[in-house]
């Protein structure tokens, strides 16, 4: 059973930093892109960053400067580096893989639970 376990977030103060984590766990064949999307209540899920299999990265226009992603293959891991934060960073954050289970299979998404980021003024 394939899982991505979240961790990080958290509370953190408008111009401050936070971190998040996210592992695959399973037995899988390959890992394609990974990600963070974050949502609002009652807000479209959106793209926060993304890096493929060799490490090129996508931002949105709104954490460009302010945001890192990046990854360990070997310890299927994916993170999230938040610098000057903001209030309108508060959402929940999601992490997503784009893998596949077995040689033969075609890739699909999976998802983490979701981890809180809330940004104070």
């Known amino acids: 059973q394939v899982q991505l376990v979240e961790s990080g977030g958290g509370l953190a103060q408008a111009g401050g930093s936070l971190s998040l984590s996210c592992k695959v766990s399973?037995?899988?064949?390959?890992?394609?892109?990974m990600g963070w999307y974050r949502q609002d209540p009652g807000k479209q899920r959106e793209l926060v960053a993304t890096?493929?299999?060799?490490?090129?990265?996508d931002y949105a226009d709104s954490v460009k400067g302010r945001f890192t992603i990046s990854r360990d293959n070997a310890r299927r891991m994916v993170y999230l580096q938040m610098n000057s934060l903001k209030p309108e960073d508060t959402a929940v954050y999601y992490c997503?893989?784009?893998?596949?289970?077995?040689?033969?299979?075609?890739?699909?998404?999976?998802w983490g639970q979701g981890t809180q980021v809330t940004v104070s003024s």
């Open positions: 890096i493929t299999s060799d490490s090129s990265t």
């Open positions: 997503n893989a784009d893998l596949k289970l077995s040689f033969s299979s075609g890739y699909r998404d999976y």
């Open positions: 399973g037995i899988i064949n390959r890992i394609n892109t």
